[in-house]
């Protein structure tokens, strides 16, 4: 079975702090993926890392960064985190890149 | 850019009763991915459709996949209280995106 891990399920932060949020995926996959999920908004894809070093910006990467050192583990940076960063924040990965993606629980941020 | 809707975006189903959500893309599709997320859970891969007219079963869930590829339905018989959540669809162009959700509530 896979597993997709996040470091936190729920995460307090100030504004302007800095925010590491990490994934990792035990399945040797080479895709993974973030995703933050709003009210209405459904899943909005942030980054995507299709090896390790290598990332492309998804929909809305405005204020985010990411770092993949390692097959395993994608984490998602907020270098000065806003209050309209606040939200469910979801890792996936996935064997193939476009198919079938296996989610992690989520983190649920909230930035004061 | 791509988009995929969904429609309805909520819907109250009578448990016992039959119910189906759709799903309609800007473009045609590779393939399409229905997701399951239940209340405080995360979304979990139900099924993709590949081929044009593609119809997959399992057991009380009936996935169709449009004749153009650009639209997608799932239907739900009989429904069941596990049955409530969000369902997902997520189509394929030349990326993946995911239409908004069709929330379902239950009523016993």
């Known amino acids: 079975d896979v597993k997709v891990t996040q470091s936190s399920r729920y995460l307090v932060k100030r504004t302007g702090e800095k925010v590491f949020l990490e994934c990792v995926q035990d399945m040797d996959h080479e895709n993974m993926f973030w995703y933050r999920q709003d009210p209405g908004l459904g899943l909005r894809l942030i980054y995507f890392?299709?090896?390790?070093?290598?990332?492309e910006k998804g929909d809305i990467p405005e204020g985010y960064s990411v770092s993949r050192e390692k097959k395993e583990r994608f984490s998602l940076i907020l270098e000065s985190a806003s209050t309209n960063q606040t939200s469910m924040y979801l890792c996936?990965?996935?064997?193939?890149?476009?198919?079938?993606?296996?989610f992690g629980p989520g983190t649920r941020l909230t930035v004061l | 850019g791509q988009q995929v809707m969904q429609i309805p975006q909520y819907q109250h189903v009578q448990e016992g009763e039959d119910f189906t959500t759709y799903c309609n893309s800007s473009t045609t599709l590779s393939n399409i991915q229905w997701y399951k997320q239940r209340p405080g859970g995360h979304p979990v891969f139900l099924i993709q459709?590949?081929?044009?007219?593609e119809v997959k079963k399992q057991k009380r869930l009936t996935f169709q996949f449009g004749e153009a590829k650009k639209n997608s339905s799932l239907h739900i018989t009989a429904t069941q209280t596990t049955d409530v959540g969000t369902y997902f669809c997520a189509g394929r162009d030349n990326r993946l995106a995911f239409g908004k959700g069709n929330q379902v509530v239950v009523i016993p």
């Open positions: 459709l590949v081929k044009s007219g």
């Open positions: 996936a990965s996935s064997l193939f890149r476009w198919n079938e993606q296996f």
């Open positions: 890392s299709y090896d390790v070093k290598m990332k």
